[in-house]
């Protein structure tokens, strides 16, 4: 299984229309994921294997203090697995 990972913007919404089981909570709202992926600070970057997403991950970067000056990806500072 060869995937394609795509990083989403307001242009791809129509990516959604074809999601494998259980990859999302709730079904997709068309609308409001027009709206999500047209945010500036909304990142959603999805695993597509045979034209079907099959998996996902999503962002909005935090503002405030923990951002000031420093890349999204480190503003929340590391993080551990907990088990």
Same mark, same amino acid.
């Given at each position: 299984?060869?995937?394609?990972?795509?990083?989403?913007?307001?242009?791809?919404?129509?990516?959604?229309?074809?999601?494998?089981?259980?990859?999302?909570?709730?079904?997709?709202? !068309? +609308? =409001?994921?027009?709206?999500?992926? @047209? $945010? %500036? &600070?909304?990142?959603?970057?999805?695993?597509?294997?045979?034209?079907?997403?099959?998996?996902?991950?999503?962002?909005?970067?935090?503002?405030?203090?923990?951002? !000031? +000056? =420093?890349?999204?990806?480190?503003? @929340? $500072? %590391? &993080?551990?697995?907990?088990?």
């Amino acid at each position: 299984m060869a995937l394609d990972i795509k990083f989403l913007g307001p242009q791809d919404a129509g990516v959604l229309a074809n999601i494998a089981p259980d990859v999302f909570d709730d079904p997709i709202d !068309a +609308g =409001r994921a027009d709206e999500f992926l @047209a $945010g %500036p &600070r909304h990142h959603l970057a999805v695993a597509v294997d045979d034209g079907q997403v099959v998996g996902f991950v999503s962002a909005v970067p935090r503002s405030g203090r923990h951002s !000031a +000056g =420093r890349p999204a990806s480190r503003a @929340a $500072g %590391p &993080r551990t697995a907990r088990g």
